[in-house]
């Protein structure tokens, strides 16, 4: 079975002239070696194709894949997830991972928020500022965290994230604002537990592989999970896998938003608790980074003992499910 991976190349992108930050959630060539070469210890053929206008080329040129390994972020527009599963669809070709609808609706937080809140998940009181007179009319408890509206990997998180007055949320906003050109999420700031629960599976298959407690340690930018403390994890955060009751707790509400989204194969579902230490969904990533090392989704598995070789094997077996494709292990 031949199976197309489609990625964006960090490097790519700073060849063209791209910074640090904006590319933070691109893919290092490592990273593609090892799905590949993952994909292919499991018995599947693979064929690189890259970003989005690459695969627009392949397929005009008649190319196709019994499946397409897709962790294609996209570069531009709140759609820009969805493009690769969108033109995937067109041509009738299964893919990993969520489709585009989910991908379109998960990047925009806001929209997300709304979703998860009418579905009686808990999550914090937000507002969104367009415009930097919209800080006037946010009327929510201090502290609060603001941060871009449709990024990840933690870009625009930094301590001054964390608004103690309106006149930090107000600096904060500005510069936000100016750098991403994108509205901000206002959030109320919950100072409990931060957690990040890993999931695989599509619908009522959907589990958790396990959950961590992100322990941010004293070198690191305090009280917030931010672009520093993410690319540079290794030396400024603790990863603890946890199992007491709150963790419990946030794994119900992690698999309750998960499936209210339709999130589909495998991800990663942010839990931060309040001052009572009632867990809350922050965020989903339904494309979760899946660098061996350097990913959370795989350092969550890697805790619980679970081998990179088995999570892939698991994604691209949801992913068969839903297509009714065979594997080269056969059906669990």
């Known amino acids: 079975m031949l199976v197309g991976l489609t990625y964006d190349l960090r490097q790519d992108y700073l060849d063209e002239g791209y910074g640090?930050?904006?590319?933070?959630?691109?893919?290092?060539?490592?990273?593609?070696?090892?799905?590949?070469?993952t994909l292919e210890e499991l018995g599947y053929r693979t064929d690189r194709i890259g970003?989005?206008?690459?695969?627009?080329?392949?397929?005009?040129?008649?190319?196709?894949?019994?499946?397409?390994?897709?962790?294609?972020?996209?570069?531009?527009?709140?759609?820009r997830e969805a493009q690769v599963p969108a033109l995937l669809d067109a041509y009738g070709i299964p893919y990993t991972f969520s489709d585009p609808l989910v991908c379109a609706l998960t990047l925009h937080k806001a929209y997300t928020k709304n979703v998860v809140r009418d579905s009686g998940i808990?999550?914090?009181?937000?507002?969104v500022v367009e415009r930097l007179e919209d800080v006037d009319r946010v009327a929510l408890s201090y502290p609060l965290f603001a941060k871009p509206l449709a990024e990840g990997t933690g870009k625009g998180v930094t301590a001054a994230s964390?608004?103690?007055?309106?006149?930090?949320?107000?600096?904060?906003?500005?510069?936000?604002?100016?750098?991403?050109?994108?509205?901000?999420?206002?959030?109320?700031?919950?100072?409990?537990?931060?957690f990040t629960v890993g999931v695989v599976g599509t619908g009522s298959r959907a589990r958790s592989v396990g959950v961590i407690e992100?322990?941010?340690?004293?070198?690191?930018?305090?009280?917030?999970?931010?672009?520093v403390n993410k690319e540079r994890c290794e030396l400024l955060v603790e990863y603890r896998l946890?199992?007491?009751?709150?963790?419990?707790?946030?794994?119900?509400?992690?698999?309750?938003?998960?499936r209210a989204l339709g999130c589909c194969d495998a991800g990663r579902v942010d839990i931060r608790s309040d001052a009572a230490g009632v867990p809350s969904f922050m965020e989903v990533n339904p494309l979760a980074g899946l660098h061996p090392e350097h990913s959370d989704l795989p350092i969550i598995c890697t805790h619980s003992g679970i081998s990179y070789l088995e999570l892939i094997r698991d994604?691209?077996?949801?992913?068969?499910?839903?297509a009714g494709l065979p594997t080269p292990w056969g059906m669990r």
């Open 214 to 227: 992100v322990i941010l340690r004293d070198e690191a930018e305090a009280e917030v999970y931010s672009y």
């Open 162 to 194: 964390k608004a103690r007055t309106p006149e930090d949320l107000h600096r904060v906003c500005e510069q936000l604002l100016r750098l991403f050109h994108q509205p901000v999420l206002v959030e109320e700031f919950l100072p409990g537990r931060e």
């Open 122 to 127: 808990p999550t914090p009181d937000f507002a």
């Open 242 to 258: 946890v199992d007491d009751a709150e963790a419990r707790e946030a794994v119900r509400t992690a698999l309750d938003a998960w």
């Open 20 to 37: 640090e930050e904006e590319t933070a959630e691109f893919d290092r060539v490592d990273t593609i070696d090892a799905i590949a070469r």
């Open 315 to 322: 994604i691209m077996t949801e992913a068969s499910l839903r």
């Open 51 to 79: 970003h989005v206008r690459r695969l627009v080329t392949r397929l005009a040129a008649g190319d196709r894949w019994d499946i397409v390994f897709n962790i294609a972020e996209g570069l531009r527009g709140y759609g």
